[in-house]
């Protein structure tokens, strides 16, 4: 099956003890395909930014966050900060889509062919979508235009059922 | 070479690949180079509002005057206003699916009555 991100809400704490009773609680989203890889990547930055471990904390709570407007073309403007082989480093990067959770595995897929980041490295700091005047790359302005038209061009043939497909054809 | 046939904002297709195969959509708007949002309507040709790849898509000749993102409702009284569905049926590629339909259900008889033909 085909690999599919999909955007989680994990809400976590410190576990209360006596000396503190009410610890504040966190929550992050984060985009992963199951939850189990959720809470963990909620730990991996409760660890770095607020000093809770995984030992002394609890999950309370991961909720699917589902797409509002699946039939909608909407512009994602998504900030990442990715390590190179040389250093760590901060982008912005446009997709246009129907859905965030496509947008966000495109730019997966875009920094894994572009600049050789894996998974791992690569760390999704804000998503938000952009007005059309608002964005930034040609790639994603050039389909500002309600009057867009183009041919399609180099058509080739193919069959229409992958039962009728062949390599060669005669 | 001119091309004659535009993907654009009304432009009706037949879809070619898969599970909608052989159902006309209307190109509602462009996502990106590979991808359109297309729309039945749903109410009409059974295809409902989704992103689909360029390369699933038959562009016919018929264009449906709607704005961008047009809606469902706008897109059907625009199909009934400009009768697509009737100029869809009369177009050459409509009747040679037809025909290969029809074809590929005969039975033994009826290609024995066509060859008498």
Redesign the interface.
Same mark, same amino acid.
């Given at each position: 099956p085909e690999l599919q991100y999909r955007q989680y809400q994990v809400v976590g704490r410190k576990i209360p003890t006596e000396s503190d009773p009410t610890p504040p609680m966190y929550r992050l989203k984060v985009f992963a395909q199951d939850e189990v890889f959720a809470k963990s990547r909620f730990w991996y930055y409760m660890n770095r930014l607020r000093k809770v471990k995984k030992s002394v904390g609890e999950v309370l709570r991961v909720i699917e966050i589902k797409e509002k407007s699946p039939?909608?073309?909407k512009n994602y403007g998504i900030w990442i900060r990715y390590d190179s082989r040389s250093g760590t480093h901060n982008m912005y990067k446009e997709a /246009?889509?129907?859905s965030l959770n496509g947008a966000i595995k495109e730019i997966y897929e875009e920094m894994g062919s572009r600049h050789r980041a894996r998974h791992s490295v690569v760390q999704i700091v804000k998503t938000d979508i952009i007005p059309a005047a608002e964005c930034r790359r040609d790639?994603t302005t050039q389909?500002h235009d309600?009057?867009?038209?183009?041919?399609?061009?180099h058509r080739l043939p /193919?069959s229409?059922?992958k039962s009728h497909k062949s390599t060669f054809k005669a | 070479m001119v091309f004659t046939k535009f993907v654009e904002v009304g432009r009706v297709a037949m879809i070619n690949y898969g599970e909608d195969y052989g159902k006309l959509c209307t190109i509602v708007n462009v996502i990106n180079g590979n991808l359109a949002l297309v729309d039945g309507p749903q109410n009409i040709t059974g295809v409902q509002r989704q992103k689909i790849n360029f390369k699933r898509l038959t562009l016919t000749d018929i264009t449906v005057k709607i704005p961008l993102n047009a809606r469902q409702k706008t897109i059907v009284k625009a199909f009934e206003e400009e009768k697509v569905i009737d100029a869809w049926n009369e177009s050459s590629l409509k009747k040679k699916l037809d025909r290969m339909e029809k074809r590929a259900s005969l039975n033994d008889f009826d290609r024995f009555k066509v060859m008498l033909a």
């Amino acid at each position: 099956p085909e690999l599919q991100y999909r955007q989680y809400q994990v809400v976590g704490r410190k576990i209360p003890t006596e000396s503190d009773p009410t610890p504040p609680m966190y929550r992050l989203k984060v985009f992963a395909q199951d939850e189990v890889f959720a809470k963990s990547r909620f730990w991996y930055y409760m660890n770095r930014l607020r000093k809770v471990k995984k030992s002394v904390g609890e999950v309370l709570r991961v909720i699917e966050i589902k797409e509002k407007s699946p039939n909608q073309v909407k512009n994602y403007g998504i900030w990442i900060r990715y390590d190179s082989r040389s250093g760590t480093h901060n982008m912005y990067k446009e997709a /246009r889509g129907t859905s965030l959770n496509g947008a966000i595995k495109e730019i997966y897929e875009e920094m894994g062919s572009r600049h050789r980041a894996r998974h791992s490295v690569v760390q999704i700091v804000k998503t938000d979508i952009i007005p059309a005047a608002e964005c930034r790359r040609d790639n994603t302005t050039q389909f500002h235009d309600s009057k867009i038209a183009f041919p399609l061009k180099h058509r080739l043939p /193919r069959s229409n059922k992958k039962s009728h497909k062949s390599t060669f054809k005669a | 070479m001119v091309f004659t046939k535009f993907v654009e904002v009304g432009r009706v297709a037949m879809i070619n690949y898969g599970e909608d195969y052989g159902k006309l959509c209307t190109i509602v708007n462009v996502i990106n180079g590979n991808l359109a949002l297309v729309d039945g309507p749903q109410n009409i040709t059974g295809v409902q509002r989704q992103k689909i790849n360029f390369k699933r898509l038959t562009l016919t000749d018929i264009t449906v005057k709607i704005p961008l993102n047009a809606r469902q409702k706008t897109i059907v009284k625009a199909f009934e206003e400009e009768k697509v569905i009737d100029a869809w049926n009369e177009s050459s590629l409509k009747k040679k699916l037809d025909r290969m339909e029809k074809r590929a259900s005969l039975n033994d008889f009826d290609r024995f009555k066509v060859m008498l033909a």
